[in-house]
């Protein structure tokens, strides 16, 4: 079930290179690193978006090279392209290697005081959740006062279709790449065929007007979730508010209310980031 820093401002300098005569397999090992870190320099905020021309004349280095070391990054989130410009951007997977660094992102800076409050009011862990486009991650968490509790470790990742907060960022999503991610299991759906795809899509709507989502022990039967959207100025979702909860402390008669919760404090985290919900 569900339980992602400031880039660099500074433009990485063109610089010569010796990967391709190594003297020895050190100094091998080492050019590759340096390379690798300077494609990952070569994004920065006013550019975050970089195509592998750019980036290889902006390092110096041939463009078959940064190709490879992006197709790499890519593999493990560390970049992620773009779909329209085919271009890429840094990836949420970086998050994943950089613990110390979450303290700066500011959904998560944002989120912290609501989510203690949000754990005192249920008595359940409670966590914050982006998105990288095909999975839901834990940024953010705070455990629940009780023995037995539901925790996941930062950086945790999750592409289950019934996970709540995988559903929050799908229901996001246009109803066709849904289809998408379903049919190449990038997210993965129990019993998928078209039928079931296709109520799974109902279900996502129906969330969006009840302005939360539920996983009553459906990715396991040892627990709950109930997640809710945080906003943007632009009314785009960015994060999500989750609770995660043993089963056996959660009915069905009480699973609304866990969920009314968890809405109240997506609305004031989205109100602390200057967000607003879309009309």
């Not at 110096?60 to 773009?82: C, M, P, W, Y």
């Not at 840094?90 to 800076?109: F, H, N, S, T, Y």
Request: net charge negative; charged share 25%.
């Amino acid at each position: 079930m569900t339980p992602a820093e400031p880039r660099a401002e500074r433009r990485a300098e063109p610089r010569a290179t010796t990967s391709e005569t190594p003297a020895n397999g050190d100094s091998k090992g080492a050019s590759v690193l340096e390379n690798a870190i300077a494609v990952l320099r070569s994004f920065t905020a006013e550019e975050p978006l970089l195509g592998v021309t750019e980036i290889a004349g902006r390092i110096g280095l041939h463009k078959s090279t940064v190709s490879r070391i992006l197709a790499t990054f890519e593999q493990e989130h560390l970049v992620e392209r773009d779909p329209e410009s085919r271009r890429f951007r840094l990836g949420l997977g970086m998050i994943a290697l950089a613990g110390p660094l979450l303290a700066e992102l500011e959904e998560r800076r944002v989120a912290y005081p609501v989510l203690r409050e949000l754990s005192e009011r249920t008595g359940e862990t409670s966590a914050l959740m982006v998105w990288n486009g095909s999975e839901s991650m834990c940024v953010e968490q705070i455990a629940s006062r009780h023995q037995v509790k539901h925790l996941a470790p930062l950086g945790a990742r999750y592409n289950e279709a019934l996970s709540s907060s995988v559903q929050v960022f799908l229901a996001a999503e246009d109803a066709d790449r849904v289809r998408k991610l379903l049919r190449s299991g990038s997210i993965t759906l129990p019993g998928l065929d078209e039928e079931a795809i296709e109520a799974y899509l109902l279900r996502l709507q129906e969330s969006v007007t009840r302005g939360w989502t539920f996983n009553f022990g459906e990715t396991s039967i040892e627990e709950v979730g109930v997640a809710s959207p945080v906003f943007d100025h632009r009314g785009d979702i960015v994060a999500s508010v989750l609770i995660p909860a043993p089963k056996f402390r959660v009915s069905q008669d009480t699973l609304a209310s866990l969920g009314e919760a968890c809405q109240d404090a997506a609305r004031k985290v989205t109100t602390r980031l200057g967000g607003r919900a879309p009309h």
